[in-house]
C-alpha cells in the first residue's frame, strides 16, 4: 500500500467488501439488490462500443457480477478513482467533482426512462 493506495485498492477486493460488512447499519446505503459488477474500480471502466459505433465509457469487466447492494459498487469506484486522483497529485476539487459525477450518473441511471432507448453494446 505504501508504494500505491491505488493498486492497493484494485487488489483487495475481499478486504474492502470485510470493511463494508462491518459498516452495514451504520453508513453504507440500502440500495435495492440488483446486478452490480462486484469489483467497481478504475481499471474496470473504460469505452464500449455499440453497433452504431456510438462510444460510451462504461463497466467492462463483469467476472465477479452479483446481485447486490449498488451502493458498493459506488463506494469502491469513489475510492478507486479518489486514490487515483491522489496518486496523480491531482487537486482535492478534482477529486470532489469526479465523486459528484459518479453521484450524479449513478442517480442518473435509476431514471424510469433511463434506457429505454439505449442499446446493449457489443462487447468486443
Known sequence: MA?????YVRGNTKNFYDWLE???GKSVPDGPAIWIC????????GPIASAKGTVSIQIRDLD????GNPAHDLIRL????????RGSDLPGVT????????????EASFAPTADAEDELPVVV
Do not use: P
Request: aromatic content about 0%; some cysteine; overall charge negative.
Open 64 to 67: 465477479q457480477t452479483v446481485v
Open 22 to 24: 462491518e459498516s452495514i
Open 3 to 7: 508504494r500505491s493506495a491505488h493498486a
Open 78 to 85: 469513489s475510492l478507486s478513482m479518489a486514490s487515483a486522483a
Open 95 to 106: 477529486t470532489a467533482r469526479m465523486i459528484a459525477q459518479i453521484v450524479e450518473g449513478s
Open 38 to 45: 462486484g469489483d467497481c474500480h478504475a481499471g474496470n471502466i
